[in-house]
Protein backbone atom coordinates (compact mmCIF):
# COMPACT_ATOMS: atom_id res chain seq x y z
CA UNK A 1 0.00 0.00 0.00
CA UNK A 2 1.26 3.55 -0.78
CA UNK A 3 0.01 6.95 0.74
CA UNK A 4 -0.18 9.45 -1.55
CA UNK A 5 -0.84 13.61 -0.84
CA UNK A 6 -2.59 15.29 -3.54
CA UNK A 7 -2.70 18.99 -3.22
CA UNK A 8 -5.64 20.01 -5.52
CA UNK A 9 -7.39 16.99 -5.49
CA UNK A 10 -10.94 18.45 -5.98
CA UNK A 11 -10.49 20.22 -9.16
CA UNK A 12 -9.96 19.21 -12.81
CA UNK A 13 -7.12 17.12 -13.55
CA UNK A 14 -6.27 16.64 -9.26
CA UNK A 15 -9.82 14.93 -9.15
CA UNK A 16 -9.22 12.63 -12.17
CA UNK A 17 -5.76 11.35 -10.46
CA UNK A 18 -7.32 11.51 -6.83
CA UNK A 19 -10.40 9.11 -8.36
CA UNK A 20 -7.48 6.95 -10.07
CA UNK A 21 -5.50 6.08 -6.88
CA UNK A 22 -8.20 5.32 -5.16
CA UNK A 23 -9.98 3.31 -7.74
CA UNK A 24 -6.44 0.97 -7.80
CA UNK A 25 -7.85 -0.01 -3.83
CA UNK A 26 -4.42 -0.46 -2.46
CA UNK A 27 -3.57 3.17 -1.86
CA UNK A 28 -4.43 5.45 0.81
CA UNK A 29 -5.26 9.08 -0.43
CA UNK A 30 -5.14 12.27 1.37
CA UNK A 31 -6.98 14.58 -0.76
CA UNK A 32 -5.79 18.54 -0.03
CA UNK A 33 -8.39 21.39 -1.29
CA UNK A 34 -9.88 24.35 -0.09
CA UNK A 35 -12.67 24.05 -2.50
CA UNK A 36 -12.52 27.08 -4.55
CA UNK A 37 -15.25 27.95 -7.01
CA UNK A 38 -13.53 25.47 -9.59
CA UNK A 39 -12.97 22.36 -7.59
CA UNK A 40 -15.65 21.02 -5.60
CA UNK A 41 -17.05 18.11 -3.80
CA UNK A 42 -18.97 16.33 -6.85
CA UNK A 43 -15.74 15.66 -8.77
CA UNK A 44 -14.84 13.20 -5.87
CA UNK A 45 -18.05 12.17 -4.85
CA UNK A 46 -17.56 8.46 -6.53
CA UNK A 47 -14.65 7.97 -4.08
CA UNK A 48 -16.04 9.39 -0.36
CA UNK A 49 -16.50 6.73 1.70
CA UNK A 50 -13.74 4.30 0.10
CA UNK A 51 -11.37 2.62 2.08
CA UNK A 52 -8.20 4.82 2.21
CA UNK A 53 -9.42 7.70 0.94
CA UNK A 54 -9.21 10.79 3.15
CA UNK A 55 -10.09 14.71 2.83
CA UNK A 56 -9.00 17.92 4.16
CA UNK A 57 -10.21 21.11 3.53
CA UNK A 58 -6.73 22.98 3.47
CA UNK A 59 -5.17 25.98 1.75
CA UNK A 60 -1.77 25.26 0.73
CA UNK A 61 -0.08 28.31 2.01
CA UNK A 62 -1.27 26.99 5.75
CA UNK A 63 1.90 25.35 6.68
CA UNK A 64 0.53 24.68 9.79
CA UNK A 65 -2.13 22.62 8.50
CA UNK A 66 0.21 20.59 5.65
CA UNK A 67 2.84 19.77 8.43
CA UNK A 68 -0.08 17.86 10.33
CA UNK A 69 -0.58 16.21 7.10
CA UNK A 70 2.57 15.14 6.73
CA UNK A 71 2.75 14.02 10.43
CA UNK A 72 -0.44 12.19 10.46
CA UNK A 73 -0.38 10.14 7.15
CA UNK A 74 3.41 10.04 6.39
CA UNK A 75 3.12 10.20 2.37
CA UNK A 76 5.80 8.25 0.56
CA UNK A 77 5.19 10.60 -2.35
CA UNK A 78 3.16 14.50 -2.81
CA UNK A 79 1.63 15.19 -6.36
CA UNK A 80 1.03 18.97 -6.13
CA UNK A 81 -1.34 20.06 -8.25
CA UNK A 82 -3.52 23.12 -5.83
CA UNK A 83 -3.07 25.95 -8.33
CA UNK A 84 -5.44 28.99 -9.90
CA UNK A 85 -5.45 28.31 -13.27
CA UNK A 86 -7.39 30.28 -15.72
CA UNK A 87 -5.60 33.01 -17.80
CA UNK A 88 -8.39 35.38 -18.01
CA UNK A 89 -8.64 35.47 -14.67
CA UNK A 90 -5.06 36.18 -13.55
CA UNK A 91 -5.27 39.33 -15.60
CA UNK A 92 -8.31 40.54 -13.75
CA UNK A 93 -6.85 38.96 -10.52
CA UNK A 94 -3.33 38.14 -10.08
CA UNK A 95 -2.69 38.84 -6.52
CA UNK A 96 -4.70 35.06 -5.88
CA UNK A 97 -2.51 33.67 -8.30
CA UNK A 98 0.90 34.79 -6.50
CA UNK A 99 -0.81 34.01 -3.29
CA UNK A 100 -1.74 29.93 -4.55
CA UNK A 101 0.70 29.21 -6.98
CA UNK A 102 4.04 30.80 -5.40
CA UNK A 103 3.42 31.57 -1.86
CA UNK A 104 1.42 28.04 -2.00
CA UNK A 105 4.33 25.90 -4.14
CA UNK A 106 6.89 27.69 -1.59
CA UNK A 107 4.79 26.31 1.54
CA UNK A 108 4.21 22.77 0.02
CA UNK A 109 8.13 22.15 -0.79
CA UNK A 110 9.25 23.88 2.48
CA UNK A 111 6.77 21.62 4.40
CA UNK A 112 7.60 18.44 2.66
CA UNK A 113 11.55 19.37 2.48
CA UNK A 114 10.76 19.45 6.32
CA UNK A 115 9.34 16.30 6.76
CA UNK A 116 11.44 14.65 3.88
CA UNK A 117 14.77 15.35 5.85
CA UNK A 118 13.66 13.86 9.38
CA UNK A 119 12.38 10.25 7.34
CA UNK A 120 14.57 7.29 7.99
CA UNK A 121 17.34 7.25 5.08
CA UNK A 122 15.57 4.31 3.35
CA UNK A 123 12.49 5.80 3.28
CA UNK A 124 13.98 9.29 1.95
CA UNK A 125 15.44 7.50 -1.03
CA UNK A 126 11.81 6.19 -1.99
CA UNK A 127 10.09 9.67 -1.52
CA UNK A 128 9.14 11.84 -4.48
CA UNK A 129 6.98 15.32 -5.18
CA UNK A 130 5.89 15.63 -8.05
CA UNK A 131 5.29 19.77 -9.44
CA UNK A 132 2.47 20.17 -11.77
CA UNK A 133 3.40 22.65 -14.39
CA UNK A 134 2.11 24.35 -17.38
CA UNK A 135 3.49 24.54 -21.12
CA UNK A 136 2.32 28.72 -20.75
CA UNK A 137 5.34 29.21 -18.78
CA UNK A 138 7.54 28.74 -21.97
CA UNK A 139 5.96 32.12 -23.86
CA UNK A 140 4.53 32.02 -27.26
CA UNK A 141 5.54 29.93 -30.48
CA UNK A 142 5.38 30.87 -34.07
CA UNK A 143 4.03 28.91 -36.69
CA UNK A 144 6.85 26.06 -36.45
CA UNK A 145 8.60 25.07 -33.78
CA UNK A 146 8.15 23.31 -30.25
CA UNK A 147 9.13 23.73 -27.16
CA UNK A 148 11.67 20.85 -25.34
CA UNK A 149 12.53 20.91 -21.97
CA UNK A 150 15.64 22.83 -22.35
CA UNK A 151 13.08 26.00 -23.37
CA UNK A 152 13.85 29.11 -21.42
CA UNK A 153 11.12 29.90 -19.79
CA UNK A 154 9.33 33.16 -20.87
CA UNK A 155 5.41 33.45 -19.68
CA UNK A 156 3.69 35.94 -21.04
CA UNK A 157 0.60 35.96 -18.81
CA UNK A 158 0.24 36.74 -14.86
CA UNK A 159 -1.28 32.86 -14.70
CA UNK A 160 2.34 31.91 -16.72
CA UNK A 161 4.89 34.06 -14.62
CA UNK A 162 3.17 32.63 -11.16
CA UNK A 163 3.60 28.83 -12.68
CA UNK A 164 7.02 29.90 -13.96
CA UNK A 165 8.03 31.08 -10.46
CA UNK A 166 6.61 27.55 -8.80
CA UNK A 167 8.87 25.76 -11.22
CA UNK A 168 11.91 28.04 -10.37
CA UNK A 169 11.28 27.19 -6.32
CA UNK A 170 10.71 23.37 -7.40
CA UNK A 171 14.32 23.67 -9.07
CA UNK A 172 15.92 25.03 -6.51
CA UNK A 173 14.51 23.07 -3.47
CA UNK A 174 16.13 20.05 -5.62
CA UNK A 175 19.39 21.71 -6.36
CA UNK A 176 19.84 23.56 -3.04
CA UNK A 177 18.18 21.17 -0.27
CA UNK A 178 18.47 18.17 -2.44
CA UNK A 179 14.59 17.26 -2.24
CA UNK A 180 13.82 14.77 -4.97
CA UNK A 181 11.34 17.26 -6.99
CA UNK A 182 9.97 16.42 -10.59
CA UNK A 183 8.26 18.74 -12.40
CA UNK A 184 5.98 17.88 -15.73
CA UNK A 185 4.48 20.58 -17.99
CA UNK A 186 1.20 19.51 -20.05
CA UNK A 187 -0.65 21.03 -22.98
CA UNK A 188 -4.41 21.99 -22.71
CA UNK A 189 -6.31 19.46 -20.32
CA UNK A 190 -9.79 18.62 -22.03
CA UNK A 191 -12.55 16.34 -20.41
CA UNK A 192 -15.20 15.80 -17.39
CA UNK A 193 -15.48 17.97 -14.75
CA UNK A 194 -13.54 21.09 -15.60
CA UNK A 195 -15.02 24.17 -14.78
CA UNK A 196 -17.44 26.16 -17.78
CA UNK A 197 -14.54 28.70 -17.75
CA UNK A 198 -11.83 26.83 -19.92
CA UNK A 199 -12.70 26.93 -23.57
CA UNK A 200 -14.25 23.65 -24.37
CA UNK A 201 -16.38 23.31 -21.46
CA UNK A 202 -17.78 27.13 -22.12
CA UNK A 203 -18.28 26.53 -25.90
CA UNK A 204 -20.53 23.07 -25.22
CA UNK A 205 -22.35 24.95 -22.52
CA UNK A 206 -23.02 28.00 -24.56
CA UNK A 207 -23.91 25.54 -27.62
CA UNK A 208 -26.04 23.82 -25.63
CA UNK A 209 -27.78 27.00 -24.39
CA UNK A 210 -27.99 28.46 -27.75
CA UNK A 211 -26.21 31.33 -26.25
CA UNK A 212 -23.20 33.31 -28.67
CA UNK A 213 -20.40 31.72 -29.09
CA UNK A 214 -17.01 34.06 -28.50
CA UNK A 215 -13.77 33.50 -29.95
CA UNK A 216 -10.70 35.56 -29.36
CA UNK A 217 -9.50 37.75 -32.29
CA UNK A 218 -9.89 35.58 -35.31
CA UNK A 219 -9.66 32.38 -33.53
CA UNK A 220 -5.91 31.59 -35.28
CA UNK A 221 -4.23 31.25 -31.72
CA UNK A 222 -2.98 27.24 -31.48
CA UNK A 223 -3.37 24.79 -28.66
CA UNK A 224 -2.39 21.49 -28.38
CA UNK A 225 -5.35 18.87 -26.46
CA UNK A 226 -4.51 16.44 -23.72
CA UNK A 227 -7.20 14.42 -22.21
CA UNK A 228 -7.10 14.62 -18.83
CA UNK A 229 -6.77 10.35 -18.24
CA UNK A 230 -4.09 10.63 -20.66
CA UNK A 231 -2.48 13.35 -18.18
CA UNK A 232 -2.75 11.05 -14.98
CA UNK A 233 -1.05 8.76 -16.95
CA UNK A 234 1.72 10.87 -17.28
CA UNK A 235 2.11 11.94 -13.63
CA UNK A 236 1.96 8.60 -12.72
CA UNK A 237 4.32 7.61 -15.01
CA UNK A 238 6.72 10.69 -13.73
CA UNK A 239 6.57 9.53 -9.86
CA UNK A 240 7.54 5.47 -10.53
CA UNK A 241 10.32 6.12 -13.29
CA UNK A 242 10.82 10.26 -13.47
CA UNK A 243 14.19 11.30 -12.24
CA UNK A 244 14.64 13.96 -9.74
CA UNK A 245 15.59 17.02 -10.61
CA UNK A 246 14.31 16.70 -14.12
CA UNK A 247 10.79 18.19 -16.36
CA UNK A 248 8.85 16.10 -18.52
CA UNK A 249 6.86 17.96 -21.48
CA UNK A 250 3.84 16.14 -21.78
CA UNK A 251 0.82 16.70 -24.77
CA UNK A 252 -1.37 15.02 -26.80
CA UNK A 253 0.35 16.15 -29.79
CA UNK A 254 -3.49 17.52 -30.92
CA UNK A 255 -2.53 20.84 -32.30
CA UNK A 256 -5.88 22.76 -33.41
CA UNK A 257 -6.80 26.11 -34.02
CA UNK A 258 -9.22 27.80 -31.08
CA UNK A 259 -11.55 28.07 -33.96
CA UNK A 260 -11.41 24.36 -35.08
CA UNK A 261 -11.99 23.39 -31.62
CA UNK A 262 -15.15 25.67 -31.43
CA UNK A 263 -16.33 24.13 -34.68
CA UNK A 264 -15.74 20.52 -33.62
CA UNK A 265 -17.65 21.54 -30.63
CA UNK A 266 -20.45 22.81 -32.54
CA UNK A 267 -20.56 19.37 -34.75
CA UNK A 268 -20.74 17.43 -31.66
CA UNK A 269 -23.89 19.33 -30.16
CA UNK A 270 -25.40 19.17 -33.31
CA UNK A 271 -25.07 15.10 -33.39
CA UNK A 272 -25.67 14.34 -29.84
CA UNK A 273 -28.48 17.33 -28.81
CA UNK A 274 -30.03 18.72 -31.89
CA UNK A 275 -32.32 21.54 -31.43
CA UNK A 276 -34.43 22.56 -34.21
CA UNK A 277 -34.85 26.04 -31.99
CA UNK A 278 -31.27 26.70 -32.33
CA UNK A 279 -30.17 25.14 -35.40
CA UNK A 280 -26.55 25.09 -36.22
CA UNK A 281 -24.56 25.91 -33.61
CA UNK A 282 -21.46 27.11 -35.47
CA UNK A 283 -23.91 29.79 -36.49
CA UNK A 284 -23.40 31.08 -32.65
CA UNK A 285 -19.89 31.92 -33.57
CA UNK A 286 -18.90 35.40 -32.99
CA UNK A 287 -15.37 36.94 -32.90
CA UNK A 288 -14.74 39.00 -29.76
CA UNK A 289 -11.35 41.24 -28.61
CA UNK A 290 -8.75 39.33 -28.15
CA UNK A 291 -6.91 38.70 -24.99
CA UNK A 292 -4.27 41.28 -23.83
CA UNK A 293 -1.09 39.06 -24.84
CA UNK A 294 -2.69 36.29 -25.83
CA UNK A 295 0.20 33.51 -26.65
CA UNK A 296 -0.04 32.74 -30.39
CA UNK A 297 0.68 28.64 -30.33
CA UNK A 298 2.04 26.36 -27.91
CA UNK A 299 3.52 22.64 -29.09
CA UNK A 300 5.77 20.29 -26.95
CA UNK A 301 8.21 17.91 -27.86
CA UNK A 302 7.56 15.10 -25.69
CA UNK A 303 10.04 12.66 -26.93
CA UNK A 304 11.70 12.75 -23.78
CA UNK A 305 8.85 11.75 -21.66
CA UNK A 306 8.42 8.75 -24.38
CA UNK A 307 11.93 7.81 -23.57
CA UNK A 308 12.47 7.92 -20.17
CA UNK A 309 8.73 7.33 -18.85
CA UNK A 310 7.44 5.25 -21.22
CA UNK A 311 4.27 7.86 -21.56
CA UNK A 312 2.37 8.53 -24.60
CA UNK A 313 -1.39 9.80 -25.22
CA UNK A 314 -3.74 7.21 -25.83
CA UNK A 315 -7.06 9.51 -26.49
CA UNK A 316 -7.08 10.70 -29.90
CA UNK A 317 -8.74 14.62 -29.92
CA UNK A 318 -11.46 13.00 -31.68
CA UNK A 319 -12.65 10.32 -29.66
CA UNK A 320 -11.73 12.78 -26.70
CA UNK A 321 -13.53 15.48 -27.64
CA UNK A 322 -16.75 12.94 -28.29
CA UNK A 323 -16.58 11.86 -24.85
CA UNK A 324 -16.47 15.29 -23.24
CA UNK A 325 -19.50 16.78 -24.78
CA UNK A 326 -21.57 13.28 -23.96
CA UNK A 327 -20.15 13.87 -20.25
CA UNK A 328 -21.38 17.43 -20.20
CA UNK A 329 -24.87 16.82 -22.11
CA UNK A 330 -25.08 13.74 -19.94
CA UNK A 331 -24.55 16.00 -16.64
CA UNK A 332 -26.02 19.32 -16.70
CA UNK A 333 -27.04 19.48 -13.09
CA UNK A 334 -23.16 19.29 -12.62
CA UNK A 335 -23.32 22.37 -14.41
CA UNK A 336 -25.72 24.01 -13.10
CA UNK A 337 -24.54 23.76 -9.79
CA UNK A 338 -21.20 24.74 -10.14
CA UNK A 339 -22.32 27.52 -12.12
CA UNK A 340 -24.58 29.16 -9.60
CA UNK A 341 -22.39 31.95 -8.03
CA UNK A 342 -20.98 34.46 -9.69
CA UNK A 343 -19.68 33.04 -12.88
CA UNK A 344 -22.07 32.71 -15.20
CA UNK A 345 -19.90 32.32 -18.76
CA UNK A 346 -19.43 35.98 -19.09
CA UNK A 347 -16.02 37.38 -20.58
CA UNK A 348 -13.23 37.86 -18.27
CA UNK A 349 -9.68 39.04 -18.62
CA UNK A 350 -10.28 42.47 -19.77
CA UNK A 351 -10.66 43.95 -16.08
CA UNK A 352 -7.10 44.90 -15.10
CA UNK A 353 -4.89 46.69 -17.81
CA UNK A 354 -2.59 49.34 -15.77
Known sequence: MSTYLVTGGAGFIGSALVRRLVRDGTNTVVNVDKLTYAGGADSVAEVVGAPGYHFA???????????????????????????????????????????????????????????????????????????????????????????????????????????????????????????????????????????????????????????????????????????????????????????????????GGAERTNLDVVRAVCALVDELAPDSRIGPRAALIHFVEDRPGHDFRYALDTSKAARELGWGPRESFDDGLRKTVRWYLDHQDWCARVQSGPYRGQRLGLGARA
Request: charged share 20%; net charge negative.
Open 57 to 251: RVDVCDAESLRALFARFRPEAVLHLAAESHVDRSIDAPAAFVQTNVLGTFTVLHEAHRYWTALPEGMQGDFRLVLVSSDEVYGSLGARGVFTEASPHRPNSPYAATKAAADHLGRAWYQTYGLPVITTHASNNYGPFQFPEKLIPLAIQRAVEGRPLPVYGQGANVRDWLYVDDHVDALLAALARGRPGESYNVG
